[in-house]
């Protein structure tokens, strides 16, 4: 096969991976750990829901994931408490997402040639550098094509870059007699974007997937994406 249809079915792949990975929906998934002492058996226990940072008590987005919270534990048995009710439990949430880090990944497609004497590695390490219009191109090692002046063209090694956001969520159960910790639990994603809007709900439903879990055990959880209607 010459190198033109060798080239033209690599980008063939690539391109229907990418339109593969497109149509489908991603998973979700967290890294969760839990401790708990104490922690009341769900028997109609009353409960408020409240910002552990001062900044997000009384925001109406917190809010929205005040009530998603207040839900999952309803479904385990407790109860939001009744207005001007003492509580039993007093339940303090945190969240947010951090400014996000660029990755530099590679397509990994690499032409028949690469593996033996003339691996990548007979070159030395690719180096990743700046090039005009904040393009990335690598160096280090040379297609067999290419080296010896047979041309530009034949070398398709892509690089790209995408920014990495890592989010996270705080959960702590206190019992409101005393303020004893009852419960508390974190839970951290990476993901695409920062909207925060799709990423707590997905936080906070991996916080309550087999709650309250084991004291001290780390688990990683997969929430599944949302049915298309």
């Not at 919270?69 to 001007?84: K, Q």
């Not at 990944?105 to 700046?130: A, L, M, Q, T």
Request: aromatic residues 12%.
């Amino acid at each position: 096969m010459s190198k033109t249809n060798f080239r033209r079915l690599g980008l063939a792949a690539l391109t229907g991976a990418a339109l593969a990975l497109a149509g489908c929906a991603t998973p979700f998934k967290a890294n969760v750990a839990r401790f708990q002492s104490q922690l009341p058996a769900p028997q109609g226990q009353s409960f408020v829901v409240e910002a552990s940072n001062p900044n997000l008590a009384g925001g109406i987005e917190f809010g929205q994931y005040a009530n998603i919270v207040a839900g999952e534990l309803t479904r385990y048995g407790y109860r939001p408490a009744a207005s001007g009710e003492r509580p039993d439990m007093v339940v303090r949430m945190d969240y947010g997402v951090d400014k996000g880090r660029e990755k530099v990944v590679s397509s990994g497609f690499s032409d028949p040639w690469y593996g033996g004497y003339y691996g990548r590695g007979f070159y030395g390490p690719p180096v990743i550098v700046r090039g005009r219009g904040g393009r990335r191109f690598v160096y280090g090692y040379r297609d067999p094509f290419l080296w010896g002046g047979f041309g530009p063209g034949w070398g398709y090694n892509d690089v790209s870059s995408y920014t990495v956001y890592t989010s996270g969520l705080n959960l702590q159960i206190n019992r409101a007699a005393d303020g004893s910790r009852l419960f508390e639990g974190h839970a951290e994603a990476q993901s695409r974007d920062n909207n925060l809007q799709a990423i707590v709900p997905n936080l906070v439903e991996a916080m309550f997937t087999g709650f309250p879990g084991n004291s001290g055990e780390r688990v990683r959880i997969t929430v599944a994406p949302p049915e298309k209607g």
